[in-house]
């Protein structure tokens, strides 16, 4: 098996006789069979083990075999405890996903604090079946199914060469000791259910179905790698770029079919996911102008001709203070404030770079943020109020300008869409007494 673990790392290009391995053992027999091969095979390697306290004392009993291994192949040992159940809770996350996240942020550390190259993890042909179905239960899609990735960063796999059995069998011949976890015999989580329940009654239907449904899985790989190369090549001829966003023509989104399908991986590398884009699809059929989509790190906009896409900086969700009495900012923006007496002498000033408010009807600390989709103001000069898009639209305003707009805010109301109209609610009238003059240094 040693001569099979060579070549598969040399085929695959995993990693190289240089490089310094961390090989993170848990102490089971998968993890124990991968640090043995790696000893054969004379890699530089250090041990990592993780101490998760999920199981008392017998997470301890882990602890020190997988130390004792150390001793015995004359190896380094780090090993450190977590409070998994205190990080799952305050994370809200499921004890599977909180020792996950515990585990890779420490070997992360390791990695860098110590120069290693690698993480070497113990998954092997069985855990890709056991993958595969746990990612068709979800609705996975390509990415999903093809399984865990052989290398991905620092991170390789290189025992997906070789099944339960094989691994089984090395422990025979070289009389290799190994720590039983007793979690793994209850079929509490979906992986062990798959585990213990499925593969067996797919075996007795087909004695070779983990190795075809692994073949099937590379084939699905080889897809996902061509279907990826297909997409950029579709996004570099139909994308381009102007005054900050990225762009295409909604007619030529519309020429592909199914479009739903072709937009969702055309737009997954924005972070958008299906049911997004899938609600993308139906506003651009339907011509829904100003429709605004946001995934964590980009905003998608339906535009008259165009689809248009933007990052989402911290900026756009931040909101900035204006404290009373305060004269002056200049961040996000230049504004100048003033105090004025009111008297018959004032005058008011016709430019949109001013603004002269009834400083009695403002509520304190004022707000500058950007514009949002479903905002509200009652324009300068009308009766009631509308949807500040509607307003934009009115006035000509596009959609490059939209995007550097700000708002002056009293409370949760808009006093002034800064550069353009205040609100009719906050205008000078007879019974104001403090005029508050705002300007807007655009230079």
Request: with cysteine.
């Amino acid at each position: 098996m040693v001569k099979e673990f060579k070549q598969y790392i040399e085929q695959q290009k995993l990693c190289n006789l240089d490089n310094r391995i961390l090989v993170a053992v848990s102490g089971g027999i998968d993890s124990v069979v991968m640090l043995d091969l790696f000893v054969e095979a004379s890699y530089q390697i250090a041990i990592a083990h993780c101490n998760f306290q999920l199981r008392g004392k017998e997470s301890d009993g882990d602890e020190q075999f997988v130390k004792n291994l150390g001793e015995k192949y004359g190896i380094k040992v780090f090993a450190k405890s977590f409070e998994t159940k205190d990080y799952a809770n305050y994370q809200k996350l499921s004890i599977q996903e909180a020792a996950r996240d515990l585990r890779y942020s420490w070997f992360e550390e390791l990695l860098y604090e110590n120069d290693f190259d690698y993480v070497a993890v113990g998954q092997h042909a069985d855990d890709q079946v056991e993958t595969f179905f746990i990612n068709l239960l979800r609705g996975s899609g390509l990415a999903g199914l093809r399984g865990m990735p052989l290398k991905r960063g620092n991170i390789i796999r290189p025992l997906l060469f070789a099944n339960r059995k094989q691994i089984i069998m090395h422990t025979e011949e070289n009389d290799l000791n190994f720590r039983e976890d007793s979690s793994n015999k209850e079929d509490t989580y979906l992986r062990n259910k798959i585990r213990l329940n499925l593969l067996p009654e797919l075996e007795k239907l087909h004695t070779k179905a983990p190795v075809a449904i692994v073949e099937s899985m590379n084939n699905l790989n080889e897809a996902d790698v061509l279907l990826k190369q297909l997409m950029d090549e579709k996004y570099n001829s139909l994308f381009s770029e102007k005054e900050g966003f990225l762009l295409v023509s909604k007619d030529d989104v519309v020429k592909l079919q199914p479009m739903d399908s072709w937009l969702f991986y055309l737009m997954k590398r924005f972070g958008f996911n299906r049911d997004t884009t899938n609600s993308m699809t139906d506003a651009i059929i339907r011509t829904q102008i100003g429709q605004s989509f946001v995934s964590e790190t980009y905003e998608a906009i339906i535009d008259r001709k165009n689809l248009l896409i933007r990052p989402m900086t911290e900026i756009d969700l931040k909101e900035y203070i204006v404290q009373r009495g305060q004269d002056k900012i200049t961040d996000p923006l230049i504004l100048n404030f003033k105090r004025i007496p009111n008297s018959e002498t004032f005058k008011i000033k016709s430019d949109a770079r001013v603004a002269q408010l009834d400083e009695g009807k403002l509520t304190y600390p004022l707000k500058i943020r950007r514009w949002q989709h479903g905002d509200r103001f009652a324009p300068f000069g009308m009766k009631g109020s509308k949807l500040l898009s509607d307003f934009f639209i009115d006035n000509k305003i596009n959609l490059f300008e939209k995007q550097n707009i700000w708002l002056l805010i009293s409370g949760n109301n808009i006093v002034w869409v800064i550069g353009h109209r205040i609100s009719e609610k906050y205008k000078i009238t007879r019974q104001t007494e403090t005029v508050l003059a705002v300007t807007y240094c655009s230079d």
